[in-house]
Structures are given as C-alpha cells and as structure tokens.
C-alpha cells in the first residue's frame, strides 16, 4: 500500500511539474536513443549514495537472497551456496569442500559454477530456496540445474534436495570463441505471479536461441516442482517450460513493481546490450547461426555476421523476426549489462520505480526511469566506485546491496 501511495504522490508530482524535474545529479548522462522511449523527457532527481562494505573477502559472489528472518543467502561461484545470519555469523550451507552439505556434483567452469539464488515465496513457513548451478549429475553432456532445497531455522545446514529442471543447455566443450562453460545464464527469481523466471545462456551455439525444444537461450516460468507455468504461450512444439526465447545470455531479470511484467537486461556481442520488457511466448530476436551463403567458426555468428551483407548479427533482428519484442534501451557499444533490479520506496526520490542495471564491463550501476507505459524516459549513472557488479537486490531495509567481481558486497543507502 505504502508503494501504491508512493507511486500516486509520485505521478502527481509529474503532473504538477509538467513531467520535468530538475536534474541535480552531476553524473547524469541522456539516455541511448530506443525504438519505444517515450516522447517524455524527464531526468533524475538522485539521492545521495552512502556505501559500505557489507560482505569482503568473498570469491566471486554472484547472487544474494533476504529471508523474512533476517539472513542473507548468498553464492559464491565456484564455492557454493552461504549464509550471513541476522547476528552476522557466516556460514557455507551447500558447495564444494567446507560446506555443511558437500555438493559433489558442483563443478566451476569458465563463467559457471553456482549462480543464482532466491527463496520462495512461502519461505517463512516451507524453508525452502532455489539455486542454479552447473552439475556433472547428468553426463555427455553436462548440464546446469535449478536445484531446490530447505533449510533449518539456525541456518545450518541445507536438507531435502530436489532438482526441479535438470536439462539446462551447458557449454560441455571449447570452441572457437571460448573455452567450455560460456554463457550460462543463471538468474533466478520469482515473479508476482509466483513462478519461478529462470535465465539461460546461448553457450556460443548459433542454433540454441532459436530451438523451442532446448533451454539455452531462453527464460524459462516454471512452477515450485519445475513444471511449465500455465500461459507461457510457447510457440507450438515448443518446450512449454520456455517463457521468452531468442537470447543470447540473460544475467538480469526483474519486475516492474507496479505492473509486474518482467524485464531483462542481456549482455550484448561487442555492440547492442539491450534492456527488454517480456512477454509470455516471445521471441528476443537473436538468431547466431549462419544464414545460407554464409560460414562462422563452429556455426556460430554470434561475434560476427550471419547474414550475405556482412552486417553484424543484431541482437534482435527485425528483419527476419517482424514481432519480435522490442529493448526499450540499447546501448550500441556493448558495455557488459549483468544484472538489474527495480528500486522502490520513497527514499530513492527520483530513482524509486528505477530499474538498476549492472555494466560490467563499463564498471558502473546505471538507473533507468521508466514512464508510466515503461519507456525509458532518463538515464543516471550510481555515484559509485568502479567495478564489475554481478548482483544488484534491494534488501528488506529498503537498501541496495550490490555484489562485485572483486569479492565484495556493498550496501547502498539513499539519502
Ligand atoms: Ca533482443
């Protein structure tokens, strides 16, 4: 309710000012121009950002997950699954050597290892959470899994493993453009619908984005057991597990906090990252394979050009995909998007609503503003040191907390 009346003072304030706030933050840049952005332009009243280190030491961190109780679960990528408990204590729950549950099947490779982690939904009462991760229970090939599991009220140790999706495309072997365990996907999270949004990788296989019988390239809706959610719409003969399809390698997710449709930040091949509201059955328009006439390493054009003209492959291509959904943000210079999520609460000022995009390689948190019918309407670069960010939740107390590649876990206040 609070969030609903944030919103409505919100949009009075807009009405009232004409749409224009005053832009106070010195780090704000215009936005990238976009098929669907708005006519609107409105920029960012940015609070000031407070920083401290959270977490250090940490190998790797790639997702966080609050409990109603206080905790924050977390993974590291090639360690495992952790916990940081109300009162501070840490300890490793399930992973590689030292974990209270060893997970044998768990190997780090190249970009995967343990990745995403969320609990669900009825956490208080079921102790139950979810992570992704890449396994060898399943051989020639490997593959990545959505594994679920509880665990106990003092956090110590991880019980009742059952894994829920055990067919995610995995990249087994090197190839030209990279050694194996490439573009793996690995955010998990639920919706307001109450399933499960589970993002793959196109493991540089030009024919997995487009294949509607195999989970690479795609974001996949599920229910608590695995089972495709109703209303996927999957085109037919599709696999019914399959949300959105046509992606290359889906690292954010997140949902619009007052519509609830989901959007996705994807990393782009040296050029076009893109920001993309989904919708149920749709196609992102990435399609790596050589078209005829046209030869790639490995079949896979996914750095180069698919297509007689030389062009480069397009992250969604028009061309050959008329309704294919449409990025409300591209940044032409591929800049590494990751992770992203919504900011919400009235002490975000102009960024609440705002989707927080991680930039990897860029090294910087950008906030999106989007209008009402969710174009992009301003961009805000975090005043924030530079570096590779790989986890972006807003936590119970309203702040963010963001994890970096280089082992540590911030937390961000608004003021
Ligand atoms: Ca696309």
Same mark, same amino acid.
Request: net charge neutral; hydrophobic share 35%; proline share 6%.
């Given at each position: 309710?609070?969030?609903?009346?944030?919103?409505?003072?919100?949009?009075?304030?807009?009405?009232?000012?004409?749409?224009?706030?005053?832009?106070?933050?010195?780090?704000?840049?215009?936005?990238?121009?976009?098929?669907?952005?708005?006519?609107?332009?409105?920029?960012?009243?940015?609070?000031?950002?407070?920083?401290?280190?959270?977490?250090?030491?940490?190998?790797?961190?790639?997702?966080?997950?609050?409990?109603?109780?206080?905790?924050?679960?977390?993974?590291?990528?090639?360690?495992?699954?952790?916990?940081?408990?109300?009162?501070?204590?840490?300890?490793?729950?399930?992973?590689?050597?030292?974990?209270?549950?060893?997970?044998?099947?768990?190997?780090?490779?190249?970009?995967?290892?343990?990745?995403?982690?969320?609990?669900?939904?009825?956490?208080?009462?079921?102790?139950?959470?979810?992570?992704?991760?890449?396994?060898?229970?399943?051989?020639?090939?490997?593959?990545?899994?959505?594994?679920?599991?509880?665990?106990?009220?003092?956090?110590?140790?991880?019980?009742?493993?059952?894994?829920?999706?055990?067919?995610?495309?995995?990249?087994?072997? @090197? #190839?030209?453009?990279? =050694?194996?365990?490439?573009?793996? *996907? %690995?955010?998990? +999270?639920?919706?307001?619908? $109450?399933?499960?949004?589970?993002?793959?990788?196109?493991?540089?296989?030009?024919?997995?984005?487009?294949?509607?019988?195999?989970?690479?390239?795609?974001?996949?809706?599920?229910?608590?057991? @695995? #089972?495709?959610?109703? =209303?996927?719409?999957?085109?037919? *003969? %599709?696999?019914? +597990?399959?949300?959105?399809? $046509?992606?290359?390698?889906?690292?954010?997710?997140?949902?619009?906090?007052?519509?609830?449709?989901?959007?996705?930040?994807?990393?782009?091949?040296?050029?076009?990252?893109?920001?993309?509201?989904?919708?149920?059955?749709?196609?992102?328009?990435?399609?790596?394979?050589?078209?005829?006439?046209?030869?790639?390493?490995?079949?896979?054009?996914?750095?180069?050009?698919?297509?007689?003209?030389?062009?480069?492959?397009?992250?969604?291509?028009?061309?050959?995909?008329?309704?294919?959904?449409?990025?409300?943000?591209?940044?032409?210079?591929?800049?590494?998007?990751?992770?992203?999520?919504?900011?919400?609460?009235?002490?975000?000022?102009?960024?609440?609503?705002?989707?927080?995009?991680?930039?990897?390689?860029?090294?910087?948190?950008?906030?999106?503003?989007?209008?009402?019918?969710?174009?992009?309407?301003?961009?805000?670069?975090?005043?924030?040191?530079?570096?590779?960010?790989?986890?972006?939740?807003?936590?119970?107390?309203?702040?963010?907390?963001?994890?970096?590649?280089?082992?540590?876990?911030?937390?961000?206040?608004?003021?």
């Amino acid at each position: 309710m609070q969030r609903k009346f944030s919103l409505f003072i919100s949009i009075l304030i807009l009405v009232a000012t004409g749409g224009c706030f005053q832009n106070r933050s010195p780090h704000a840049q215009e936005a990238e121009k976009s098929p669907n952005q708005g006519d609107q332009e409105t920029s960012l009243a940015a609070p000031t950002l407070v920083r401290t280190d959270f977490m250090s030491g940490l190998n790797r961190p790639w997702d966080m997950a609050f409990t109603p109780d206080g905790a924050m679960l977390f993974t590291e990528k090639c360690r495992g699954l952790s916990v940081r408990r109300a009162n501070g204590s840490v300890a490793r729950l399930f992973g590689t050597t030292s974990s209270a549950v060893i997970a044998s099947d768990l190997f780090c490779e190249g970009q995967s290892g343990m990745h995403g982690v969320t609990i669900d939904p009825d956490f208080s009462s079921n102790r139950t959470l979810y992570v992704y991760m890449s396994s060898n229970l399943s051989t020639n090939p490997r593959t990545n899994r959505v594994v679920r599991l509880t665990v106990d009220s003092g956090y110590t140790a991880v019980a009742n493993r059952l894994d829920i999706i055990t067919d995610i495309f995995y990249k087994d072997v @090197g #190839n030209s453009w990279s =050694s194996a365990g490439a573009h793996s *996907g %690995g955010r998990i +999270r639920f919706g307001p619908d $109450g399933f499960l949004y589970v993002t793959t990788g196109d493991n540089h296989n030009g024919f997995l984005p487009q294949d509607l019988t195999k989970l690479g390239g795609k974001v996949l809706r599920v229910d608590r057991h @695995g #089972n495709a959610a109703p =209303s996927n719409h999957t085109p037919a *003969g %599709g696999d019914a +597990r399959i949300f959105t399809y $046509g992606h290359r390698n889906v690292q954010g997710i997140a949902f619009h906090p007052t519509t609830g449709q989901p959007y996705i930040a994807e990393h782009g091949p040296g050029h076009s990252d893109e920001v993309t509201p989904l919708t149920a059955g749709g196609n992102g328009g990435w399609d790596p394979k050589p078209e005829a006439g046209v030869s790639c390493a490995d079949d896979y054009c996914g750095y180069i050009s698919n297509k007689p003209d030389g062009t480069p492959t397009p992250m969604t291509d028009t061309t050959k995909f008329p309704n294919a959904m449409q990025p409300i943000l591209v940044l032409n210079d591929s800049q590494g998007m990751g992770p992203c999520t919504f900011l919400t609460g009235s002490q975000w000022k102009g960024w609440n609503g705002g989707l927080v995009v991680g930039i990897m390689a860029a090294r910087r948190l950008d906030v999106l503003q989007l209008d009402r019918r969710g174009a992009l309407v301003g961009t805000t670069t975090a005043d924030l040191p530079a570096e590779r960010t790989r986890s972006v939740v807003q936590g119970p107390d309203g702040n963010l907390y963001v994890a970096t590649d280089g082992g540590k876990i911030w937390r961000v206040t608004p003021q």
